[in-house]
C-alpha cells in the first residue's frame, strides 16, 4: 500500500525543472522530486542531531572524521572481499 499523496504547486528554475524531468525517466518528473525533496529531508534531520550531539559533546574533529571515513572503507572493502569469496 502507497502513502497518501497531494497535489502541490511549485516554482522553480526552469532549467532545474528541466533538467529533473529529463532525468527523471519512467517513474515521471514528482517522483523525481519527491524522493530529491526526502532526500533533503533526511539531511536536516541529521544535520540536526549532529547539532545536538555536538552540544552535548564538543564538536568532532577533522582526525574523527577521517577515522570514521577509513572504517567504513574497510568495512566496504571487507563486504566486497565476503561477497566474493561466497560466489
Request: no cysteine; aromatic share 2%.
Amino acid at each position: 500500500m502507497s502513502e497518501a499523496t497531494g497535489k502541490y504547486s511549485i516554482t522553480m528554475p526552469r532549467d532545474i525543472a528541466e533538467a529533473a524531468r529529463g532525468r527523471s525517466g519512467p517513474s515521471g518528473l514528482s517522483a523525481y522530486v519527491a524522493a530529491a525533496v526526502a532526500r533533503q529531508v533526511e539531511r536536516d534531520n541529521l544535520n540536526e542531531l549532529i547539532a545536538v550531539a555536538e552540544a552535548e559533546h564538543g564538536p568532532v574533529t577533522d582526525e574523527e572524521i577521517q577515522a570514521m571515513r577509513d572504517e567504513l572503507h574497510r568495512a566496504r572493502r571487507q563486504q566486497g572481499s565476503d561477497r566474493a569469496d561466497a560466489a
